[in-house]
């Protein structure tokens, strides 16, 4: 009731208003507003990373006029502690969400979130899509959510299972190759009939209307791809053909050089052959490149509505993804770099374009956005703002960030820390591991039992026993 309320009152103010609204496109300057885009489970596959396929051209545009974070880390790999994490600003054992059961107020049931932190602050708050798990929407963190916007397209998961019925019309699987537990589809649907494309027509009418009002507003976008299933327009499956899609062969002894933990619990352990791989492969970037024309949608309405003189963009995914690596681990819940590591992007008025190399976390987000917007910071907030670095990239930041993984109960945490350089992972069977990523980017050497890096080792030790207090920026 209350959407259809500010529906019609805004719609109505701005049909009245216009001229004035034309003049004036932009909200007060000391409160900015905040486009917070948010996907689902995107690794670094994406073109302004490098990724040597993957087309993203939006994404890409965004990073050219904002700062790209090259070592952003998730806090959690898997989609709710991860949320519940960057959303209250804490550390996922501090906020208490450690799976994908459990609601962000379980345990601090008064914890202002980061929405809901601009809403106190006289922002208009809005999200369409899944920034909460999709389950666990915050009623007091928006004026208005949206959070279904998506689920009809997302439902052909269950379509695509052997065991379920016939798929709705104007939908059809050109691939439906399952390996257990991997779901793809080419849809015959355009993009605006597709969650996604619902979800980001609808924040772009919430920003024109929004601008046209001259109020400020918190916007959030969360995108539920390339989350599986891996279903999007048949079109963009043929910006990858087969042929070209590759992946490294790993060494042979790599799997049994890891520790069990971890691989255990991943998501899916999925032996696909060779060219159910690179289908699977295909169907994740043609997902990526879907999405990323979203992100289009809602750039495009930025530049429509002239808001980057005072709206701040940002970027990012909840965690990342695994695509076969490590002996055919698909998804997440484990601590590779494919899966901890995610795509940040923060575009800002004020703030010149450029690569920031330093160490962000996501629970710097809450913060960062904060001190862009000038306002006050909580004592609760356990991220660092990232202004420093926005508008000084090259300089020194966090020592590491930390992130960790439960496997079978509450004494059963793995913990990582993620330096420039290095991942230490302690599991809590005794068996770690460490990398050096500048010798070896796709983790296939375990360090942790080689006399030779002993000190190494005894330095990552130390910094994950001292906590993240200790590997905080010099101011
Ligand atoms: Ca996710």
């Known amino acids: 009731m209350k959407h259809l309320t500010f529906a019609s009152a805004s719609i109505a103010a701005c049909a009245l208003t216009l001229p004035v609204a034309a003049q ?18 995107l690794n670094t596959d994406v073109g302004c990373y490098g990724h ?57 049931p008064n914890v202002v979130t980061l929405p809901q932190f601009f809403r106190n602050n006289g922002y208009f ?24 916007n998506g689920p009809k397209i997302e439902s052909l998961s269950g379509l695509l299972r052997p065991t379920n019925g016939t798929l709705p019309a104007g939908v059809s699987v050109g691939k439906a190759k399952a390996g257990q537990d991997i779901f793809w589809a080419k849809v015959n649907l355009p993009d605006e009939k597709m969650g996604d494309g619902i979800i980001a027509r ?31 327009p048949a079109k963009y499956f043929d910006s990858y053909p087969l042929d070209k899609i590759t992946y490294p062969q ?20 999925v032996p696909l052959d060779d060219l159910q ?6 169907a994740f970037y043609a ?72 160490v962000v976390e996501l629970i ?38 930390f992130s960790v993984v439960e496997r079978t109960g509450p004494k059963s945490v793995g913990r990582s820390i993620h330096t420039a350089r290095h991942r230490y992972t302690a599991w809590p069977d005794g068996t770690a591991e460490l990398y050096d990523h500048q010798n070896d980017p796709r983790e296939y050497r375990n360090l942790f039992n080689e006399p030779a890096h002993a000190a190494l080792l005894n330095e990552m030790k130390t910094l994950l026993q001292n906590g993240p207090q200790s590997a905080l920026p010099t101011p």
Request: aromatic share 8%; charged share 20%.
């Open 250 to 269: 790993e060494p042979p002894e790599h799997v049994a050089t890891l520790p069990p933990l971890a691989r255990k619990n991943a998501t899916s352990i």
């Open 364 to 401: 710097d987000l809450y913060p960062t956005l904060a001190q862009l917007s000038n306002l006050p910071l909580s004592p609760t907030l356990e991220g660092t703002g990232l202004l420093p670095l926005l508008q000084n990239p090259n300089r020194a930041w966090k020592k590491a960030a």
């Open 52 to 108: 040597p396929l993957v087309k993203t051209p939006n994404i890409d545009r965004l990073a050219a006029r904002g700062v790209r974070f090259d070592n952003a880390f998730c806090q959690y790999p898997v989609c709710n502690p991860s949320r519940a994490s960057f959303l209250s600003g804490m550390r996922p054992e501090s906020i208490g969400v450690m799976d994908n059961q459990t609601p962000i107020r379980a345990k601090h």
């Open 202 to 232: 609808r924040v772009a009418d919430w920003m024109d209307i929004s601008a046209k009002n001259n109020k400020p507003f918190f916007l959030a976008a969360g995108f539920r791809k390339p989350h599986m299933p891996l279903n999007a």
């Open 125 to 148: 708050v809005a999200n369409s899509g899944k920034t909460f798990h999709y389950v666990y929407d915050d009623k007091p963190s928006w004026e208005i959510s949206e959070a279904g």
């Open 24 to 41: 004036q496109t932009t909200a007060p300057q000391n409160k900015p507003n905040v486009l917070f885009i948010v996907s689902d489970d």
């Open 277 to 282: 791989r690179r289908e699977a492969m295909q």
């Open 287 to 358: 997902s990526i490149s879907f999405m990323d024309a979203q992100v289009g949608v809602l750039l495009d309405q930025m530049d429509k509505s002239k808001l980057w003189d005072n709206t701040l963009v940002v970027f990012f995914s909840d965690h990342g993804f695994q695509t076969g690596e490590h002996g055919g681990l698909w998804q997440k819940m484990v601590m590779f770099q494919e899966s901890a590591r995610v795509p940040l992007i923060i575009a800002a008025p004020g703030i010149k374009a450029g690569v920031a190399p330093g």
